[in-house]
Each structure stands twice: as C-alpha cells, then as structure tokens.
C-alpha cells in the first residue's frame, strides 16, 4: 500500500491480519452504535426529567457529552478503512484526530474530578450543597474541564505535527496516537516524550488527588453514619463513579505513564480500543443500571411515548 500523498499516513489498523476482519467489523460497529445511542439517551433524559435537574446529572451530562465526542473522533475512521482498501489519512485530518482525543481525554480526566467533589458536598456537606454547586458554578466547574482538555490539546498536538517525519508513513495503529506517530519521526523525540510524560502524569495527578482527598473524606463520613441506610444510599452513589474512574485512569495510565519498554504495539491496540470504543458505552450503562432516577426518568418517557401513540390511534 502506498500513500496518495507524500504528507498522508497509513494506519495500519486493529488487526494486521484480516482473517477475522468481519467479525471485528460488526461488534466495533454495534458497541459503536450502542455508545452512540446510550449516551445521547442519557444527555435527552437528563435534559427532559426535572428530577434530573441536579448538579451531579449536569455534569453527568457533560461526560456524555465527552463521551460521544470521544467515538466519534476514532471509531468512524476505524470502520471506514477496515471496508475500504485506501487506508490513508491526511497529515492535517491525523493532526485534528490527535487535538480531538487529547482534548476529550484530558477534559474527561478533569471532569471525572470534579464528579468525585461534588459526590464529596452531597455526602459530607449535604446542607450547603445547594450552595456550593449552584448552577453557576457547575458551569464554571465544566467549562474548566473543558478548558484543561483543550489546553492539552493545543500544547501537545502543534509539537507533535512539527516533528520531522520520514521514511515509513505507516502508523501501526488505528487512529493518530501520539505514541504510535512518534515512533514515525526521523530526529530525536526522547527530550518531547519526556516532557509528554511529565505533562500527561501532571494531567492524571491533579484529578486522581482531588479522587482520593474526596473519597477519603467521604469514606470517614459514611463510617460515622449511624443509619444503615444513609450508608448504602451513599456508597450507592459513590459506587458507579469509581467504577468509572478505575476503568479510565487505569487505560490511561496504561498508555501514557508506563514506561516504553513495557509495551507492545498489540497491547497498546487492545488498551486504545477499550478506552476509545468501550469505555465510552460502559459510562452510561454503568450510571443507568445502578441508577434510579435514571431509571424512572427512562420509565416515564415511555410511559409518555405510549401515552401518545395510544392517543394517536384512538384519533384515527
């Protein structure tokens, strides 16, 4: 395969070997669907439902937000080249790709932080809770997860893009991933992979501190609980978030923290696709099913929706 253009670059894609090609093909393109179809349920519910009118929903909304955006910027790329025989992507397209993900990881990371503080106020500060996350400050909160995100973006993407580029244009990956497109470059990089690492271990620390300091709070709070029931009614609440941040942090920790040598372009594959395709699905099922407001927010819209559809053919 050769590239259309001297400045294209070839991905590789999942699977090298396309024995199993079709397979692959179909269950990407269901989970794909599926995220797809998920978390655009959740953004609907969260907007349509009153009771889901609180801050933990708001910036619940926001990581679906992210989420959606997240697969999008890999996946349909991924299903076009496995059915077509031009493989290629454009230096520019490849440098979109890399802003896009760094911004929807690095604001994910951010946002999955401040989830872990306002789980903190409800539990542990529940009076002043309607004060300290008012609407005005859920806002400021989001938008500075989404700021933190494209900071990363606009910082890694631009040296990543100037670094010299010869020889092989094959990325062995499905999508742009900084790791992968450097592995490309015809000059030293080990200085900007350094400051990368420092970089993406600055991006993990500052949530996972705020995680910890707010679930150790947390924790202490509940073991002064003397009702059993606020104790289960809390660490339900607290549960489906750190379900969720194990799962992320510990793909992104995978890629971007573990030293070089303890990877394999397979193993960075496997972990890439989990944390692009699946962990995008796994969010808004894991806050839907351990949900109940959720839940009776998805009851009642049918509820509606059958309401109205009985309503209509009783008129005709």
Not at 45 to 58: A, C, E, G, K, N
Not at 100 to 124: K, P, Q
Not at 305 to 310: E, F, I, N
Request: overall charge positive; glycine content about 4%.
């Amino acid at each position: 395969m050769t590239n259309t253009s001297s400045s294209d670059f070839t991905l590789l894609g999942l699977l090298v070997n396309s024995e199993a090609a079709g397979i692959v093909f179909t269950v990407i393109l269901a989970v794909f669907v599926g995220a797809m179809t998920a978390n655009l349920v959740m953004i609907f519910l969260i907007q349509v439902d009153s009771r889901l009118h609180t801050p933990m929903y708001f910036l619940l909304s926001q990581l679906s937000i992210m989420d959606t955006l997240f697969i999008c910027t890999t996946v349909p790329k991924l299903l076009a080249d496995m059915v077509s025989k031009e493989k290629t992507i454009s230096f520019v397209a490849c440098g979109i790709q890399i802003f896009l993900y760094l911004t929807m990881i690095g604001s994910e990371f951010f946002l999955l932080g401040l989830m872990a503080y306002d789980r903190y106020v409800a539990v542990c500060n529940p009076l002043r809770y309607p004060v300290l996350m008012n609407r005005k400050k859920c806002l400021l909160l989001a938008a500075g997860a989404w700021f933190g995100g494209s900071l990363d973006g606009f910082l890694l993407t631009p040296i990543t893009m100037n670094v010299p580029y010869c020889g092989s244009r094959s990325i062995n990956h499905f999508f742009c991933e900084i790791p992968a497109v450097l592995k490309l470059a015809c000059a030293d990089t080990s200085l900007y992979e350094t400051l990368m690492y420092i970089c993406c271990v600055l991006m993990l620390l500052i949530p996972i501190s705020i995680i910890s300091t707010s679930y150790s709070l947390i924790l202490l709070t509940i073991h002064r609980m003397r009702s059993a029931e606020g104790r289960k009614k809390a660490f339900t609440t607290c549960s489906s978030h750190l379900t969720v941040v194990s799962i992320f942090y510990g793909a992104a920790f995978y890629t971007y923290v573990l030293p070089q040598s303890f990877h394999t372009p397979e193993q960075d594959k496997v972990v890439s696709a989990f944390y692009t395709i699946v962990t995008p699905m796994l969010n808004p099922l894991i806050y839907s099913l351990r949900n109940k407001d959720v839940i009776g927010a998805c009851k009642k819209v049918f509820a509606c929706c059958s309401s109205a559809r009985k309503v209509a053919t009783s008129d005709a």
